[in-house]
């Protein structure tokens, strides 16, 4: 209960009384007992938002001694006597559940009742349940017509729903423009988090025309108001211009918040040197700090820190861990690294296969070098610098399925690389490679008996494609 209530009450009914009057500058001073006996007193006398305050008084315990029992008792006088808002917190109950039997049909039923008296939470939540098939069938039209209902009464909610939807195409197709219109008001009624979102549109250019300043206008707004994504949003903005110092305050103030993107950023900052004095300690504390939130680009990085020794004792253990951390938080490079870490044998037993999966999730994760190092390590024919022996390609017809088989060889060297693969681009299984293999080589070149050589042997993630290493 607050002023903003107290005048809309005021403005739902026709009047009041001077016990209700008497009522309100009580409760503003803080008086809440005497604020509930003039309430008690115009609720005895029917004037049913005075019901309401009653009720609310008793749900919170504040002017009189807490009864669930009572504040329901209260609401339902209210809400028969046409209160729209004790009709609405009557139907918050049955909604919730909370010290009454939990019946959606019901909430339904009071939030109509509480819309079609143009309480605009009533609207709002009468088209969530719309939205939502609670209480009735679902009809995406009908709950957007009471966002849109509830948005022209002054609902912050219903007007940041429409945005949001029309923004990311939730339930309706995006429709920027429609987007930044209710954005708008919604931000003019109060809601911050739409004054972000309308900043991040106006950045990004979504329907509009990129416009820096008000993106930054709206974002320096919102985050006056403590909304901490757009204090980050804003550093970001300031950041990639180069403008270090007006980045700094904010990115501060962020990760305070535990906003953990932006402690990253100010690990960066001080690791590099951007704008402030290089200090390798407080990076990798703020490294960490991001880590430890969750934020695995900061795990990535203080991994770095611990494999190179920089501004660290080095530490291949936590290296790996690190980046083990990362990798399994969706980062590429820390993948990479780690994959790196493998391929060469670095504080752990060398394991290129274990590598070569690591550099396909990095690049599965958005890792050029990792696509790279895949490709290479994980291709037969790329993996070493081979000859290609044109004369011995065949087509081997074996248990009725067409294999195409070609050989190379290294330049001085003796062994044969007998590359292998169904003309369809079926899996083979190991033991048809060798079997095949054997038997295409032997007319092609063998002049002494057949040996093999595992340690040559390669294949695809797939096992379509197979490398039999074989000397003779």
Not at 250 to 260: A, D, G, R
Request: with cysteine; aromatic share 14%.
């Amino acid at each position: 209960m607050n002023k903003i209530l107290f005048f809309l009450i005021t403005t739902l009914n026709i009047c009041f009384g001077n016990n209700f009057s008497k009522a309100e500058i009580a409760y503003n001073n803080g008086n809440y007992n005497e604020s509930f006996q003039y309430f008690k007193k115009d609720c005895a006398n029917n004037n049913f938002a005075a019901c309401n305050e009653v009720a609310s008084m008793y749900s919170i315990g504040k002017g009189v001694d807490k009864s669930i029992s009572k504040a329901l008792e209260l609401y339902t006088k209210s809400c028969d006597g046409n209160s729209s808002i004790g009709c609405y917190n009557l139907g918050r109950s049955y909604f919730s559940g909370r010290s009454i039997s939990q019946s959606y049909k019901k909430a339904f039923q009071l939030f109509d009742k509480s819309c079609s008296g143009n309480y605009y939470r009533g609207c709002y939540n009468l088209g969530f349940m719309y939205l939502q098939g609670k209480g009735t069938k679902i009809d995406v039209n009908k709950g957007l017509i009471l966002y849109k209902k509830a948005c022209n009464l002054g609902s912050s909610k219903g007007c940041y729903s429409l945005a949001s939807n029309y923004h990311f195409g939730n339930i309706v197709e995006i429709n920027y423009p429609k987007a930044i219109s209710y954005y708008l008001k919604a931000c003019e009624y109060g809601d911050i988090d739409s004054c972000n979102n309308l900043g991040t549109i106006f950045e990004s250019g979504l329907g509009v025309k990129p416009d820096s300043q008000k993106a930054i206008n709206l974002y320096q707004y919102a985050c006056s108001n403590n909304q901490i994504t757009s204090c980050f949003n804003l550093a970001t903005m300031y950041y990639n211009e180069k403008k270090y110092l007006r980045a700094f305050p904010l990115f501060q103030k962020s990760c305070k918040n535990n906003y953990y993107d932006a402690c990253y950023h100010l690990g960066l900052m001080y690791d590099i040197g951007d704008g402030i004095n290089q200090n390798k300690v407080i990076a990798r504390k703020l490294y960490k700090q991001a880590c430890d939130g969750g934020f695995v680009t900061g795990c990535n990085n203080l991994a770095a820190m611990y494999q190179k020794a920089d501004g660290v004792k080095q530490n291949y253990s936590i290296a790996v861990k690190l980046y083990k951390l990362a990798c399994n938080g969706g980062e590429a490079a820390g993948c990479y690294n780690l994959g790196a870490m493998h391929f060469n044998g670095q504080g752990l037993k060398r394991n290129k296969s274990l590598a070569i999966e690591l550099f396909g999730k990095a690049c599965d994760a958005g890792s050029q070098d990792g696509c790279k190092y895949y490709k290479i390590l994980n291709n037969p024919i790329k993996s070493k610098k081979l000859l290609l022996v044109k004369e011995n390609y065949a087509k081997i017809s074996y248990n009725k399925i067409k294999y195409i088989l070609n050989s190379y060889i290294v330049k001085f060297e003796n062994p044969y690389y007998v590359t292998i693969e169904r003309e369809d681009k079926g899996a083979i299984t190991f033991e048809d490679a060798i079997n095949i293999s054997i038997e295409y080589i032997k007319p092609r070149g063998c002049t002494s008996p057949i040996k093999r050589l595992p340690s040559l042997d390669k294949n695809n993630k797939e096992k379509t494609k197979w490398m039999i290493g074989i000397s003779c």
